[in-house]
């Protein structure tokens, strides 16, 4: 069964600085991998995804995310951290002929200081 | 062009009640998901129907829950004889035949 680690509950960072936000999956196909980012009582909006292809991907907001297959990883970055990115992020995997069976990671509260 | 619809946003029930929470999906999708998140969790995929059929309900909890999404209306997740254990935020998600899923703000139960 496919599962994904997010290692970081909590990260804070000083806004201007450069971020990554980890993310480990298990899962025994090619994976299908996206970010999604949660505002404090919101839903979930798309960051970026990876099907196939080039292993950097870029996203909205200045988001990248780099997949590694040796390492089981596909993690998150920004160069430089804006205080509106204050919010959580979920890694998921999906599964299903088009990806759309989402298991998701346990996610990262960013907090972000001025 | 409206997003995911979901209500009610927030929901409040005694032990015992039953809870009702619609989705409507965005305007031309025809795959419905819903997902829990318990308090400082994740989101737990549990039920993933298209239009009169439940397609994956792996996720479900084999007693009091329920998922529909019928013909014509939103799709309803229906949740029987709540428990404490049942407060959490339940999310919508719609998509096409294939791609990226758009998910709804959420209904946020709580049982008291």
């Known amino acids: 069964a496919q599962s994904v680690t997010q290692p970081d509950i909590h990260i804070t960072v000083s806004e201007g600085a450069s971020l990554e936000l980890r993310c480990n999956y298990s899962?025994?196909?090619?994976?299908?991998l996206f970010w999604y980012v949660q505002s404090p009582g919101q839903g979930l909006q798309l960051l970026l995804k990876y099907f196939s292809g080039d292993t950097l991907v870029q996203g909205i907001k200045g988001f990248e995310a780099e997949f590694k297959r040796s390492q089981s990883s596909f993690n998150l970055r920004k160069p430089s951290v804006h205080w509106s990115d204050a919010a959580e992020y979920f890694c998921?995997?999906?599964?299903?002929?088009?990806?759309?069976?989402?298991?998701f990671g346990g996610g990262t509260r960013l907090m972000v200081k001025p | 062009n409206a997003g995911v619809m979901q209500n009610p946003r927030h929901l409040v029930r005694r032990r015992g009640q039953e809870a009702r929470l619609r989705c409507s999906p965005m305007k031309g999708h025809s795959h419905v998901y819903w997902y829990r998140q318990l308090p400082e969790e994740g989101l737990k995929f549990m039920v993933y129907l298209q239009k009169e059929n439940i397609i994956d309900e792996s996720g479900m909890p084999k007693e009091r829950f329920s998922a529909e999404f019928p013909k014509e209306g939103p799709s309803i997740l229906r949740i029987q004889q709540v428990v404490r254990g049942d407060s959490a935020a339940y999310f919508c998600?719609?998509?096409?035949?294939?791609?990226?899923?758009?998910f709804g703000e959420g209904s946020r139960l709580t049982v008291l």
């Open positions: 899962y025994g196909a090619t994976p299908y």
């Open positions: 998600a719609s998509s096409e035949t294939t791609g990226e899923l758009f």
């Open positions: 998921a995997v999906g599964r299903g002929n088009a990806g759309n069976m989402l298991t």
